[in-house]
């Protein structure tokens, strides 16, 4: 089985997690009451789908504090904690399993690789332009080389994560201003470390969304509003920067809106499949078949 793969990403309160909660709703009411399962790096926790958590529709698992590496690793392999070990753990109950996120995860490397410099661990063959001590501890920053490692290795699991036995994988990012690698122009797109990868992830995914806050405006009387974005776009808190985003649809669909609100990745799913569909009538009647 292919799992469908889907990259949420925006600024801190977009939605991210609310979406992979209303997702995990579908999830359990489409396949025969399948769950999810949510490794969450961000130190903010799940109590945004904490309902989902307490009905059992989704299994939280909480990766902060664990040895890093061999954690991101893991759990790219579908394993949990078992008395103290990592062991696979992938029922047919499973439909969805969700990665919070790129953003978090790749704060925990960064950071384990800078407490490795601190205690003279020279991983890269660079070392860091700052380190220091005061009384018994000791600190540094991460070296130039940190920073292909950490994406080296994001990209190696995130991928691995994609060919899990599950209906849907999900990851989430935070949102970063970057420029392009090809046309050096600004770009939103999720915040791995650094900047390389800012425009290559979401070409990995079948499908990326971009969500978005509107806030109230009350000079207008216009209700603070949520908004999920198909496809590159243009980016409204930047003029004339390009936020990323992906839709794979044929040529010959029925076209989507640049953007749905109140924003819904279930909602965006069925429009896909919707003009997927009509592409496959206009096809058909093309060629006669």
């Known amino acids: 089985m292919s799992a469908t793969t889907l990259l949420l990403y925006g600024d801190s309160g977009d939605g991210k997690t609310a979406q992979v909660g209303a997702l995990a709703e579908h999830v359990y009411n489409t396949l025969g009451k399948k769950t999810t399962r949510l490794y969450c790096a961000d130190p903010g926790g799940w109590a945004t789908v904490q309902p989902y958590v307490t009905l059992g529709v989704i299994e939280p698992i909480d990766c902060t504090g664990l040895p890093p590496w061999e954690m991101l690793d893991a759990i790219t392999k579908g394993k949990v904690r078992r008395e103290g070990k990592w062991v696979v753990d992938l029922p047919p109950t499973l439909g969805m399993i969700a990665y919070e996120g790129y953003t978090g995860l790749a704060d925990l490397l ?18 860091p332009a700052v380190k220091f001590t005061q009384g018994e501890a000791s600190f540094a920053s991460n070296s130039p080389a940190h920073y292909g490692i950490v994406q080296g290795q994001l990209t190696t699991c995130s991928q691995e994560s994609f060919r899990l036995p599950v209906d849907y994988v ?24 650094g900047k390389a990868l800012t425009s290559e992830v979401p070409r990995w995914f079948n499908y990326t969304f971009r969500l978005m806050a509107i806030p109230p405006d009350e000079l207008t009387k216009r209700a603070g509003v949520h908004r999920l974005y198909f496809s590159d776009h243009t980016d409204m808190t930047l003029q004339g920067a390009k936020g990323l985003g992906n839709d794979r649809l044929p040529l010959d669909a029925d076209g989507l809106p640049p953007f749905i609100e109140p924003a819904s990745v279930v909602r965006a799913l069925t429009l896909i499949q919707e003009g997927s569909r009509s592409a496959e009538g206009k096809i058909r009647l093309r060629m006669g078949l």
């Not at 960064?110 to 410099?117: G, P």
């Not at 999900?170 to 470390?193: K, M, S, Y």
């Open 170 to 193: 999900v990851w989430t990012a935070t949102a970063r201003r970057a420029a392009d690698n090809d046309t050096t122009a600004t770009i939103l797109g999720p915040q791995i470390v």
């Open 110 to 127: 960064m950071q384990s690789l800078a407490k490795d410099a601190a205690n003279n661990k020279n991983i890269g063959g660079q070392a």
